[in-house]
């Protein structure tokens, strides 16, 4: 099979690879899916640069990158109804603790890993369900009902925050939405009802009035470390924090007493491990809503296999409108 790798860290240039490696067969319990597209995320390319501390080779001899993907099933292994062969799916931490990941014309994982992709939706966006679907519906759902609550949602326009601020109007809140001056209006036309402009000095006050003073409910945020203090200033009583990053500051300093006094929860996310009933309650919004028409995930860039250095670039690149995708 054709596949893209690396053997070791550096620029995507120099170090991914393509070439031809042999065809996998699914282990027991496994399914094996010939992907027609590879969902490329921020992590897959943070993981081949090499930056993460500590970390000096990766954690295998030749790694396939990508966790995210599409395609149909095409071979199961011995537990596994054969009848789920033809099936189109979409697959999720495909190369989450594994050498191999969905840059390559065929993956094989457990067979909850594919999941059966909803007639109504096209295989591009299945492929986007996985590191971005997931965290926008756990963050913004995993708490519960948010109908006619002030939801915060922080980058807005990034994958993960479009797709929050469209579940988010979908479940009925009342959706305040941050981004850039030049994004404002896509992440207004997403379904935000109050959209402002991040770096605002006089942010907090906006975010305020845009809930008649009530305070936030439930803030999605993309950049705890950054926005701890504002936080704090708009959380309302009792509402919680749904982080899933911090990469401007890993090591935050929290005010601590106004998120006390008001009893404010930190609800930390990382999708790869989420436990199994909040995933299947993030599959199940995420099916819900794309069946309606209330989610529509966006994609910015597609490249072919070949071109899978580009598309690290691409999604590295600031201010990209969506997803990236590599066409197998």
């Known amino acids: 099979m054709r596949a893209a790798w690396y053997s070791r860290f550096g620029t995507p240039a120099d170090v991914i690879e393509l070439g031809e490696m042999e065809r996998p067969e699914p282990a027991p319990g496994e399914v094996r899916v010939k992907l027609d ?43 596994v109804d054969a009848a789920s062969i033809g099936m189109p799916v979409w697959v999720w931490n495909g190369q989450w603790q594994r050498a191999f990941g969905t840059a390559a014309e065929f993956i094989c994982v457990p067979a909850a890993q594919a999941v059966a992709l909803p007639e109504e939706v096209n295989p591009k ?12 519906a756990h963050t913004v759902l995993g708490g519960g009902d948010i109908a006619g609550q002030h939801v915060l949602i922080s980058g807005g326009a990034g994958a993960v925050g479009h797709n929050a601020v469209q579940l988010a109007k979908w ?12 994004a404002m209006d896509r992440v207004r036309a997403a379904g935000a009802d109050t959209v402002l402009d991040y770096s605002d000095p006089d942010l907090a006050a906006q975010i305020m009035d845009a809930t008649g003073g009530a305070g936030i409910a439930r803030a999605v945020e993309v950049e705890f470390g950054v926005n701890a203090a504002l936080l704090a200033e708009v959380m309302a009583p009792n509402g919680t924090i749904a982080a899933y990053g911090s990469a401007k500051d890993m090591t935050p300093t929290l005010p601590f007493g106004p998120l006390l006094f008001k009893a404010i929860k930190i609800d930390i996310t990382l999708i790869y491990n989420l436990p199994e009933p909040a995933r ?15 989610l529509v995930p966006a994609i910015d860039r597609e490249f072919d296999l070949d071109e899978c250095a580009k598309a690290h670039e691409a999604v590295m690149t600031p201010g990209r409108a969506g997803a990236v995708l590599l066409r197998i």
């Open 125 to 136: 966006v299945g492929a986007v369900l996985g590191i971005p679907g997931l965290t926008a």
């Open 280 to 294: 299947r309650a993030a599959i199940s919004h995420l099916h819900r809503a794309l069946k309606a028409g209330q």
């Open 37 to 79: 597209w590879s969902g490329v995320n921020p992590s897959d390319a943070k993981a081949r640069s090499g930056t993460r501390p500590g970390v000096t080779k990766p954690p295998y001899p030749r790694v396939i990158p990508h966790s995210d993907g599409s395609g149909v099933i095409d071979a199961v292994g011995d537990g």
């Open 171 to 182: 479940a009925g809140a009342r959706v305040v939405a941050t981004c850039s001056a030049g």
